[in-house]
């Protein structure tokens, strides 16, 4: 728990998007900072964006069944795509377990990239810079 707790402080989550249908909660879609593991003790992990002007996320998703090929998860991550432009550069990364046959799918449909073109792994969205002023985050 002191790990959590820890990471939290030093690491506080990102924005969340919650969609609700009829007052019920029918997915969300949350971005975290990359946090190392406590074996690796690695501040800054190797496969994330190198330039210290990019903000790096670590996207989670979830979708209730029933809501799941409705557009819900489409439409989450519109609202983050057009989060992402205004606080760019960003990259954004989600990992696909293997077996997972509907969520590449999904990532390849909304702009995701994949360094095998689909599957398994790490899909990635990224931002470019923009000139525009720094942004506060609440």
Not at 64 to 73: I, K, S, Y
Not at 94 to 105: D, F, I, R
Request: hydrophobic letters at 35%; one cysteine or more.
């Amino acid at each position: 728990h002191l790990w959590w707790l820890a990471r939290r402080w030093w690491h506080p989550p990102g924005p969340c998007w919650v969609a609700v249908a009829d007052g019920q909660v029918i997915g969300y879609l949350r971005l975290d900072a990359p946090v190392p593991s406590p074996e690796s003790r690695v501040p800054r992990p190797q496969t994330l964006d190198p330039r210290p002007e990019t903000r790096d996320f670590v996207l989670s998703i979830a979708i209730t069944e029933e809501w799941r090929g409705r557009g819900v998860g489409a439409a989450l991550v519109t609202h983050l795509k057009t989060w992402a432009a205004q606080h760019a550069p960003v990259r954004v990364e989600a990992e696909v377990l293997p077996g997972n046959q509907t969520s590449p799918l999904f990532f390849a449909h909304c702009g995701f990239s994949h360094p095998n073109g689909t599957g398994p792994g790490r899909w990635t969205y990224r931002t470019q810079s923009t000139s525009a002023a720094p942004t506060t985050l609440h």
